[in-house]
């Protein structure tokens, strides 16, 4: 007999896929230009041209045998190096080359991590709205995600509810900032709160709790007044997972990292835990060439500015045609109030002006909608005629 929950996890796609599918065949059936395709969070934006440029040299000048060749299991030591030099020069923390485990991407490092952390039926609380797929990692490692909703008015963590959350089987806090799908970064204060609980709560109950921070979008933030907290200077006992898919639009690459906080007592069994989940799950050498793009683009982003002037076109324009939305201050998605309780009713209805949105039910918060805007500006303005008509649809 086959592991019936690994057949039906590949017979049934997430319903984010879905809808992309759903969009290719109708921009085949009536046009391109004629589908608002606000579904995945794909970014929209070109690889600097340093990337191409670092890639043509390293493919036309180093040792084709060594450049695609393996690394060892956790990956490169003198890419984990510089990663770890620039870390310590940005966020003044004081990781090594050993502190990081090269992945293909944040899925693995979240994966290799909840499956270093977990016995079988251990909590791991998060936020909602949150990634569906933490749900899928965190059984997937034998655990129990424990959903806590955020404040409605702004999506900050709701302290009294992540307390009552809070118990004898919880062994790790996982958040995700900026947020995917509200785009909302938590506050130094909101960091710092979160850090005091955990550490009272550990010491209280004798035994850790780890703090698992998802931040594929750290460099996505567009306003100069915030900043994104590094836990790792709040909170001894963290864990970074990370990817290059969107700060350098890298998402079909498949290149990231877990970084362990080495401030912990018990760093190198966390490190060695994460090897060992990466040995099991068959996540060992990170490609190679993409190991030695990124020592040598830390730093570097793809021109974000685009993401910015998309987010306030469109959330103005929203908000000016009567929507309800909680202005992002990273990301690239807005979180918009459905105008009727039922929110995939509000997507299902969106379809018919031709505009693919994903429902909140999908990320935990019932009542709205994700509409992920690392599109072209030219289809945003395109589809601000449908969003009217959908929301007069309403009157």
């Avoid at 690994?6 to 969009?23: H, Q, T």
Wanted: some cysteine; glycine content about 8%; proline content about 5%.
């Amino acid at each position: 007999m086959l592991n019936e929950k690994n057949v039906k996890l590949g017979k049934v796609r997430s319903s984010i896929r879905e809808l992309f599918e759903y969009g290719k065949k109708r921009k085949a059936e009536i046009g391109e230009d004629k589908v608002f395709d606000f579904s995945l969070g794909n970014p929209s934006v070109p690889v600097p041209g340093e990337v191409t440029e670092i890639l043509t040299g390293l493919l036309k000048d180093c040792d084709p045998v060594a450049l695609h060749g393996y690394t060892s299991a956790p990956g490169d030591y003198s890419v984990r190096k510089s990663l770890a030099d620039y870390a310590n020069s940005q966020y003044g923390t004081h990781l090594t080359a050993d502190c990081f485990y090269m992945t293909c991407g944040a899925s693995a490092s979240l994966t290799a991590t909840l499956n270093a952390l977990l016995n079988e039926g251990e909590e791991v609380i998060t936020f909602v709205p949150c990634f569906p797929e933490y749900k899928v990692f965190c059984e997937h490692a034998g655990g129990k995600l424990i959903c806590v909703d955020t404040r409605e008015d702004d999506f900050q963590i709701d302290f009294e509810k992540f307390e009552r959350a809070l118990g004898d089987k919880t062994k790790a806090v996982l958040i995700n900032s900026p947020n995917n799908p509200s785009g909302v970064v938590y506050s130094e204060q909101s960091i710092k709160k979160l850090s005091k609980i955990l550490l009272d709560f550990s010491k209280k109950r004798g035994s850790p709790v780890y703090l698992i921070s998802d931040e594929p979008y750290r460099e996505l933030v567009y306003d100069d007044s915030i900043k994104v907290p590094c836990v790792m200077n709040y909170y001894d006992k963290s864990i970074i997972c990370y990817s290059y898919s969107k700060s350098l639009s890298l998402p079909g690459e498949r290149i990231g990292y877990v970084a362990v906080n080495n401030a912990m007592e018990e760093w190198q069994d966390v490190f060695a835990g994460v090897c060992g989940a990466g040995r099991a799950l068959g996540f060992v050498c990170a490609p190679n060439l993409f190991q030695q793009l990124v020592a040598r683009t830390c730093g570097m982003t793809s021109d974000i500015s685009i993401y910015k002037k998309n987010r306030d076109r469109l959330c103005s324009a929203l908000q000016s045609f009567g929507f309800t939305v909680v202005k992002p201050d990273g990301a690239f998605y807005l979180f918009v109030k459905s105008p009727e309780p039922d929110a995939n009713a509000f997507a299902e209805r969106a379809k018919k002006y031709e505009i693919l949105i994903v429902s909140g039910d999908d990320f935990g918060r019932k009542g709205y909608v994700r509409i992920c805007y690392c599109v072209s500006p030219e289809m945003i303005e395109r589809s601000l005629p449908a969003f009217k008509a959908l929301k007069d649809s309403y009157k």
